[in-house]
């Protein structure tokens, strides 16, 4: 499927009926940019700035960021890119913003709950990025991780629009700001849904932890549950609401999210073609029935097969 996908003609992501569902990729430096956009990503959907200071013991000047965010923008003129706050923490530590003595850091001080801690941090970021933009011609928007309460949503935006970015927004990844889609958006710009957190949240199930793998599965009734709910308020207050998680990489369920109310994919570039062609394949009628049918099974595997039968396979 993959090399009959790859030599198809790049085109916008769409579904048969023409409503578009604009492709995005997941990026964690500019390098990454040129193969993204040879294999037709229209933006990006996750810029993941820790991956820039993995190795920084301390926290990167607003010059050094500056720079690999102009890099990044300039790769896309005139296009969508979504950069990501630092989401230090849990898989993804950094020296100079993590309590390593944390006995529980997925639940811990991580995200931006680290970054409201360390508001300098937040700053320079923000500075860097708002300096960048000035500089290029992408449309920015930046988006904040682990947000579970309206209170940090609020806060967020607010920083943001401090700075002089003009479009901030969440990223939904914990069953909370799921569960409460409807007060958080409208408290700000626009939802990412992280599905590999959601599904570690929701599921109560380490991601990095392979004995219980099984759980980690985005097509669990549960996980689609809490989409849904961010679909139904992206629907009701006109916000953009879109997916970055592994999930949206999944090509049927790529099709499902779309169905629960889903705008915007982002994915590893590697995923569009195929995720590009499945959506082509459905109506928009079709992807909502397919997404009632996954949302009414009982299990992850009853769902993903409630989904394939829907779709006549
Ligand atoms: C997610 O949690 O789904 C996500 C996109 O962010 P990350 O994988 O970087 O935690
Ligand atoms: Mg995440």
Wanted: some cysteine; proline content about 5%.
């Amino acid at each position: 499927a993959r090399a009959a996908a790859a030599a198809a003609p790049i085109t916008d992501g769409a579904l048969a009926d023409g409503t578009a569902v604009p492709l995005l990729a997941n990026l964690g430096t500019p390098e990454a940019a040129e193969e993204a956009l040879a294999l037709g990503a229209e933006g990006v959907g996750l810029f993941r700035t820790e991956f820039l200071f993995l190795s920084s013991e301390k926290a990167p000047s607003v010059a050094a960021q500056r720079e690999a965010y102009i890099k990044l923008l300039k790769a896309f003129p005139g296009k969508k890119v979504v950069v990501r706050a630092l989401d230090a923490g849990a898989d993804k530590p950094l020296p100079f913003l993590n309590d390593a003595e944390e006995e529980n850091p997925a639940l811990g001080l991580r995200g931006l709950r680290a970054l409201l801690a360390n508001e300098e941090i937040l700053r320079d970021q923000l500075t860097a990025l708002a300096e960048a933009e000035a500089e290029t011609d992408a449309d920015l928007w930046v988006m904040a991780p682990m947000v579970s309460t309206v209170e940090e949503a609020e806060a967020f935006t607010k920083f943001a629009t401090e700075h002089g970015l003009k479009t901030a927004g969440v990223m939904i990844e914990v069953p909370s700001s799921a569960l409460m889609a409807d007060k958080i958006l409208p408290a700000t710009g626009f939802a990412s849904i992280g599905t590999n957190d959601l599904t570690q949240y929701t599921m109560a199930a380490d991601r990095l932890l392979g004995s219980v793998a099984g759980l980690q599965d985005p097509w669990h009734p549960a996980v689609l549950r809490l989409i849904r709910e961010v679909g139904a308020a992206g629907a009701a207050t006109g916000k953009p609401v879109g997916v970055c998680g592994e999930a949206a990489a999944d090509p049927l369920l790529a099709v499902v999210l779309v169905g629960l109310g889903v705008n915007t994919l982002s994915m590893a570039p590697a995923a569009l073609a195929d995720v590009r062609l499945e959506l082509s394949k459905h109506t928009t009628e079709q992807a909502e029935a397919l997404a009632a049918a996954a949302l009414s099974a009982s299990t992850a595997a009853e769902a993903r097969q409630a989904a394939l039968e829907a779709a006549g396979r």
